[in-house]
């Protein structure tokens, strides 16, 4: 007899664009040309100097064992790093070297969260958030980002939930935010200092697209004086580097937050591997060039989408303030066709057309806030995306496909309308 599964596992939830990325592999393997938006990869290689010393590290054996927080050379290269580009005053021992910036949303839960304290999440927001907080039995208050807004967080709900939830303990802040893209400005950053600081109240900063701003420049917490003692900030090789699948990242703290977050590693993962963190420490130091030239062909491929999507009858789309995803509201597309937006995402990439399918996540697949919107990468090359931007109307107007899609995938029948203001 089969052993039961927890009440937490059975209510999992994950990372739809694994999901529908799996869909998309299917497909293709079965003869279908896929264009491929809906995973935030890539398509660069990696970059050359991470390669070469990772290729040297693993010839040198450096594949055994290392200290849990990484390995001090490492943990200085990125302390360094962020003092030169941020203007900080970090040692090594605020840094911690973890396997992918994804494991600290997990690590900083367990490091603040108790059984019903309060949680602020804005939203949309990255699909991972959830279970991790459910995993410490905490609560989630959700703050809705909005397109008026350039999906800005409303700090008069911050300040809301200070004041009215029963514990409140953490808030949860990605910037450049995936998958709106939006910004948060220096402006909005002070005003959430002011709020928290002082109070026993933790923030995680996410922020993995710290090298993809495209209007101003990136600013962290971490920078208003004060903010590190209550702030765990995290980000990753994947973006700015092109290492998305040697699972390398890491999280600045103060060094007490930063030693407890080293004792997580110690009993979950033992380390990160050594050989990951040389290629990662060798990409900082040698690589800057290489990134800042994916980092501007990742611009002209944010606008090339722009521009094409608001070409299209019941698209707006605005111009994200950094990352590489593109966030049209498709409102008036999914009343007319009396279909919801992932099923509207799924339609493209299933039942549009039998040779040509486009793969991207509707907008509640990062919560209810983005329900009338859908999320597109822009991870392929730039007449992939004319090409997907001319399907898109095509595929709109192929009623007939429409009407027997939703006849076989009922679920994805819009009963309601979405709002139209």
Not at 381 to 405: G, I, K, M, V, W
Request: aromatic share 10%; with cysteine; glycine share 8%.
């Amino acid at each position: 007899m089969p052993v039961s599964f927890s009440q937490f596992a059975r209510n999992l939830t994950v990372e739809t664009a694994f999901n529908v990325l799996a869909k998309a592999k299917s497909l293709a393997a079965g003869g279908k040309r896929v264009i491929e938006l809906e995973i935030g990869d890539s398509p660069f290689p990696s970059t050359s100097a991470a390669k070469r010393a990772g290729k040297a590290a693993i010839d040198g054996d450096w594949t055994h064992y290392c200290p849990s927080p990484g390995l001090p050379e490492v943990r200085a290269g990125i302390a360094e790093f962020m003092n030169r580009r941020y203007g900080l005053k970090l040692g090594p021992d605020n840094v911690v070297v973890g396997p992918g910036a994804k494991i600290f949303e997990l690590f900083f839960c367990e490091l603040f969260l108790d059984p019903g304290d309060g949680v602020l999440v804005f939203s949309p927001y990255f699909p991972t958030y959830v279970p991790n907080i459910a995993r410490r039995g905490a609560r989630i208050c959700f703050s809705r980002l909005t397109q008026s807004r350039q999906f800005r967080p409303d700090l008069s709900d911050v300040e809301r939930f200070l004041a009215e939830d029963p514990k409140p303990k953490a808030i949860l802040i990605n910037s450049p935010h995936n998958p709106s893209g939006g910004v948060a400005l220096r402006e909005d950053l002070d005003g959430l200092s002011r709020l928290v600081l002082g109070r026993d109240v933790a923030v995680f900063s996410d922020e993995p697209y710290d090298r993809m701003v495209w209007q101003g420049e990136h600013r962290s917490l971490i920078q208003i004086p004060g903010m590190l003692d209550q702030t765990v900030a995290v980000y990753t090789f994947s973006k700015s580097y092109s290492m998305s699948g040697w699972r390398i990242g890491y999280a600045v703290a103060s060094a007490s937050t930063a030693d407890r977050l080293a004792q997580l590693i110690n009993s979950s993962l033992s380390c990160t591997p050594p050989f990951v963190q040389l290629a990662a420490l060798a990409a900082l130091r040698e690589d800057e060039g290489e990134s800042q030239q994916a980092m501007a062909a990742f611009r002209r491929k944010v606008e090339i989408l722009v521009r094409g999507l608001n070409r299209i009858e019941g698209v707006q789309c605005l111009m994200p303030g950094g990352t590489f995803y593109i966030f049209p509201r498709v409102v008036p597309v999914c009343n007319r066709l009396k279909i919801t937006s992932h099923g509207l995402a799924m339609y493209l990439l299933e039942g549009a057309d039998d040779h040509l399918g486009v793969a991207c996540l509707g907008g509640e697949c990062f919560g209810e806030a983005g329900a009338g919107f859908l999320r597109f990468s822009c991870a392929e090359p730039d007449e992939r995306l004319e090409e997907a931007l001319a399907f898109l109307p095509e595929a709109f107007a192929r009623t007939d496909r429409l009407r027997r899609y939703l006849e076989e995938n009922p679920q994805y029948r819009l009963t309601v309308p979405y709002p139209e203001d």
